[in-house]
């Protein structure tokens, strides 16, 4: 993000959810809440919070639904495990108060939600998406002597895998045993992130020195994905946030 250094950097992060925590969220992301703790949140301009995925019901019932007409499957999950995520898509305040403000944010996060789409799966299974438009960057808006907002986008999400179910042995028809019986479509958060191997320009995995394949981390590649839709999507002003930081994001 920002460093005081001119550059306008693009942020990208995950944040997988609990049956137990998406209430929390739902309250959040909809502005559902008679009060906040946060000072900078601005009752008066929440109407100008900008949906590109509006939510049919609560998070929570919209999940059972897609569970009750089979587009998702969470057979063999633990009754703790990770059903939603949350990505939330960033730039500096700068980056859009140079650009005009709120049009250009509202523009920049319509494509952003289409990178979204892709990076999901599919719209099928985004909950909400919405643009923030309420909240205030007290340092910026200080410093200038005028109101200067924070765009950003939350899109909560179904995190899945395509996954097959083959015939078992008890099976009575022995020829089936072994083939697939079914594929559904299995909420996974650690199956939906998990690193993968870095493959070279012929598809062959990229091997450490002990011999061990090297990864590439789910969330740099998010990052790399994010970025690179909006480069695409033709904003070329904008750089990757920097690879490998430490840094952690702050309430």
Not at 40 to 52: A, C, G, K, L
Not at 107 to 131: H, K, N, P, T, W
Request: net charge neutral.
């Amino acid at each position: 993000m920002a460093r005081n250094d001119g550059i306008d950097r693009t942020s990208a992060r995950n944040v997988n959810l609990t049956a137990a925590k998406i209430g929390n969220a739902q309250w959040h992301n909809e502005r559902e809440k008679e009060s906040y703790t946060n000072p900078d949140i601005i009752p008066e301009r929440t109407s100008q919070n900008i949906h590109f995925k509006k939510p049919t019901a609560g998070y929570a019932e919209m999940f059972a639904q897609m569970e009750k007409n089979g587009v998702i499957s969470t057979r063999g999950l633990k009754t703790d495990a990770n059903l939603y995520g949350e990505l939330i898509f960033d730039v500096n305040s700068a980056y859009f108060y140079n650009h005009g403000g709120y049009e250009f944010a509202k523009r920049f996060y319509e494509d952003a939600y289409r990178a979204a789409i892709e990076i999901v799966g599919g719209e099928q299974y985004i909950l909400s998406a919405v643009m923030h438009a309420d909240e205030r960057n007290r340092a910026m808006s200080e410093a200038l002597g005028q109101d200067v907002f924070h765009y950003h986008l939350h899109v909560v999400y179904v995190p899945v895998v395509e996954k097959q179910i083959f015939w078992s042995k008890r099976c009575k028809d022995k020829s089936l045993v072994g083939t697939v019986k079914e594929t559904i479509m299995q909420v996974s958060s650690s199956k939906k992130w998990l690193s993968k191997p870095a493959l070279d320009e012929q598809g062959v995995p990229i091997l450490q020195k002990n011999g061990k394949p090297v990864l590439r981390k789910s969330y740099s590649v998010l990052q790399d994905d994010f970025f690179q839709a909006m480069r695409n999507a033709g904003y070329s002003d904008v750089e990757r946030g920097e690879r490998g930081s430490s840094e952690e994001h702050l309430t």
